[in-house]
């Protein structure tokens, strides 16, 4: 019988006090710990080993125990666990997006927004692979399941057989309250990354429950880069 797979191991916001004290001392021992943040041992050991399974925290030392004794470990934060505590960056986007679609200039203002979408797709373009639009937008859910996007892909009956990527969670809801040109932005992404016209056919903020973006291939001859 095949074993249901095994959830990833997340951290919680119990954790950030923790990762907050290491991130100033640098390293810390588990009754180090436990004193600043006011709970006993045992938790701390808990949100430890959660959190180096996370990959956030490293531990070392610990050769010689402390008279009778743990082990004298000490905990410390990983490269990832350093960053962790500098990815707010929403506030700053939402600027930045202001003031590109503050541009007057019609022409400046789209090359922005393809340059943005053919930027987002830099990101994911060396893992993108396969021979037709439908297997590469697979592989594309898959790239945006990882982030814990729900999407999935399939021929939606109204796409007349084309594969259509459908997405249920906007990736990034404060910018499309805001303005839908960061839409146009994830289509340039699909288009990129595709290898073929991507056309948004339904939006979530025109009323519709998810958003579907088909495929559609490129006419034989059809030049890449488009007029």
């Known amino acids: 019988m095949r074993s249901a797979p095994t959830a990833p191991v997340r951290s919680t916001s119990s954790d950030a006090a923790l990762l ?11 009754g180090e710990l436990a004193a600043a943040l006011g709970v006993t041992a045992t938790a701390v050991r808990q949100r430890l080993e959660r959190l180096m399974k996370c990959g956030l925290v490293a531990r070392s030392g610990g050769e010689k125990p402390v008279g009778r004794g743990r082990p004298a470990h000490r905990y410390g934060l ?18 930045l997006w202001r003031e590109i679609r503050g541009i007057d200039a019609a022409d400046v203002r789209r090359g922005l927004l393809s340059r943005i979408g053919s930027a987002m797709a830099g990101a994911y373009r060396d893992r993108v692979v396969g021979t037709t639009p439908a297997a590469r937008l697979e592989r594309v859910a898959e790239l945006l399941r990882e982030r814990d996007l729900s999407c999935s892909v399939d021929s ?14 906007c990736p990034y809801p404060d910018l499309a309250e805001q303005d839908r040109g960061i839409c146009a932005a994830e289509r340039q992404m699909l288009e990129d ?18 958003c579907r973006f088909t495929a559609v291939p490129q006419a034989v001859g059809e030049g890449s880069d488009g007029p």
Not at 84 to 90: L, W
């Open 156 to 169: 939606h009956e109204a796409s007349g057989g084309l594969p259509v990527l459908t997405t249920y969670a």
């Open 20 to 30: 907050e004290v290491l991130r100033i001392e640098g390293t810390a021992g588990v």
């Open 193 to 210: 990354l595709v290898g073929a016209d991507v056309k948004l056919s339904e939006c979530r903020l025109d009323g519709a429950s998810c």
């Open 78 to 95: 990983t490269a990832e666990g350093l960053q962790s505590g500098g990815d707010n960056f929403r506030d700053l986007a939402l600027v």
